[in-house]
């Protein structure tokens, strides 16, 4: 059985190109080899499937708990070192599925809507530490509004001198882990070496370490004054039981604390930072998007923002053009499998390639192109439009992230005129194991927007009549 086609270059070269310039890769491995094809990036020798067809996707990510696939945590090795054994991006199966379902209730429904007053005061904070007249990095501005928004989720603090410090040296980890030099100590081990306590790896071990004594000190904490009033996700994480009555252990809860620390705000964060990229690179687009926000009236409430359609078009296609996750997590083959035409062996390891499909001719034509409208002229499939991927990995924050995205950005270009600083082109690059701008992005603020008198059913409002607790509001 021969797998699909791809570059025969040695694997060594397929991994540097992967490393350096993932994006140009795929797109010239799909124009030579089509939207199935097979790179060696010579770890163990193990050939990857590259996925962009739309059939074969639905395919894998509907059968990724049945007969023909599945989705197992051991492949996510490179996330291990940072996020721990026990993430739920490591665990496969039953175990799996338990820790999803513990992991999954706050990101969805009432419970997650809670959270609209603190995204919404976090961003008008955060924007008003700048002047009129001043420029700001715009993923730094971005990555200071999730970080801080993801903190009150998860522990129900953004403020006080342990989230300062966790904040701080988090997206010091995060910064250290995103060259390409740090990606590619997580593809060839043998990098991983301590030279004497000066090396990268041994900085960023340091680094990690001092992350985790804050996050085990938080949960000793919890442990010795218990809060039943509390409603953060370590809280429930650590009222949650197993069938045989175990809770979770605090190395189980520092990794997955972690997991959702770091999956949670840096994606959204570049999200964010792209559309206002987009926006204000477009006028024409960002005109239309305030002139549908304004119609919504001052202080508008949650659900008439996050129904609002050119909103969610900018949003999707933000995700479209530039997805964070360039792809989902591999699936495997557990028999022999026709993929949409091709005859895969069993254990034959298959990504679906998010980006290269976004970039479609037939679905999305002239894709390099930012036009909302597609998404307002037609509907994309789940297996055409994924930027969250599917199946059994499918994001769990996906709905949280687009809260965040839609309140952030409708606080904001409700209350402030920003213009680019430089009006280059941006594109994306490979940022650790996600993409982001190639470059800083920088906005000015022009002028403040005027503020008219408050809604009652303003998501100010709402967070008023809300469960938070008074520590989950500001601490
Ligand atoms: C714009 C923001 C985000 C993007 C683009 C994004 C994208 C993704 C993608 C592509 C996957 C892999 C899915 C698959 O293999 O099928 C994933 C998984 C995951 N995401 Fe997100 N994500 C975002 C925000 C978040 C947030 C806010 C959280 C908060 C907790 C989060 C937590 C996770 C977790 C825990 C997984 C692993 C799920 C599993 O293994 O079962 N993500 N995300």
């Given at each position: 059985m021969q797998l699909p086609l791809g570059p025969q270059t040695p694997a060594a070269i397929q991994l540097i190109r992967w490393i350096f310039s993932p994006m140009s890769f795929m797109d010239e491995c799909v124009r030579r080899y089509g939207d199935i094809f097979t790179l060696n990036l010579g770890k163990n020798n193990q050939n990857l499937v590259f996925v962009s067809n739309p059939q074969a996707l639905q395919q894998i990510l509907t059968q990724d708990t049945r007969a023909d696939f599945h989705a197992p945590g051991e492949l996510n090795v490179l996330f291990k070192s940072l996020l721990?054994?026990?993430s739920v991006i490591c665990l496969s199966g039953a175990q799996h599925q338990r820790q999803r379902q513990l992991m999954m209730p706050p990101f969805h429904g009432d419970r997650m809507r809670t959270y609209s007053h603190v995204i919404t005061q976090i961003t008008a904070e955060t924007l008003a530490e700048v002047q009129i007249g001043q420029t700001f990095d715009v993923r730094t501005t971005t990555q200071t509004i999730t970080l801080r928004v993801i903190m009150q989720a998860v522990?129900?603090?953004?403020?006080?001198e342990r989230a300062e410090q966790l904040a701080r040296l988090l997206s010091e980890l995060l910064e250290l882990g995103s060259s390409p030099l740090s990606v590619a100590m997580l593809y060839l081990p043998?990098?991983?070496?301590?030279f004497g306590g000066i090396g990268p790896w041994a900085i960023q071990m340091r680094c990690q370490q001092a992350v985790d004594a804050l996050i085990y000190a938080e949960i000793q904490e919890r442990r010795s004054q218990p809060d039943f009033t509390r409603t953060d996700i370590l809280s429930l994480l650590m009222a949650a039981q197993d069938e045989v009555g175990e809770s979770m252990t605090d190395v189980e809860l520092r990794d997955e604390l972690m997991t959702m620390l770091v999956a949670g705000h840096e994606t959204t964060a570049t999200a964010l930072a792209w559309a206002l990229y987009w926006l204000h690179k477009l006028p024409a687009v960002r005109a239309k998007l305030v002139a549908e926000l304004d119609r919504l009236?001052?202080?508008?409430d949650v659900t008439a923002v996050m129904k609002s359609p050119y909103l969610d078009a900018v949003c999707n296609e933000t995700l479209r053009i530039y997805p964070v996750g360039m792809l989902t997590f591999p699936r495997v083959t557990t028999k022999a499998v026709n993929l949409a035409g091709r005859e895969l062996p069993p254990n034959t390891i298959v990504l679906g390639s998010i980006y290269l499909t976004h970039h479609r001719e037939d679905l999305y034509p002239q894709p390099n192109q930012f036009r909302p409208e597609r998404f307002l002229d037609r509907h994309f499939s789940p297996f055409e439009f994924f930027p969250f991927g599917g199946g059994a990995r499918r994001c769990i924050g996906s709905a949280f992230a687009l809260l965040e995205m839609k309140l952030a950005l409708a606080q904001i270009l409700s209350q402030w005129e920003l213009e680019l600083v430089d009006q280059r082109d941006v594109h994306a690059k490979r940022r650790g194991l996600v993409t982001a701008p190639e470059r800083s992005i920088q906005l000015r603020v022009k002028s403040q927007r005027s503020k008219v008198e408050s809604n009652p059913n303003s998501i100010d409002r709402i967070a008023e009549d809300s469960q938070l607790t008074a520590s989950e509001v500001a601490l």
């Open positions: 721990g054994d026990n522990f129900g603090l953004n403020r006080g043998i990098l991983q070496q301590e009236g001052p202080d508008p």
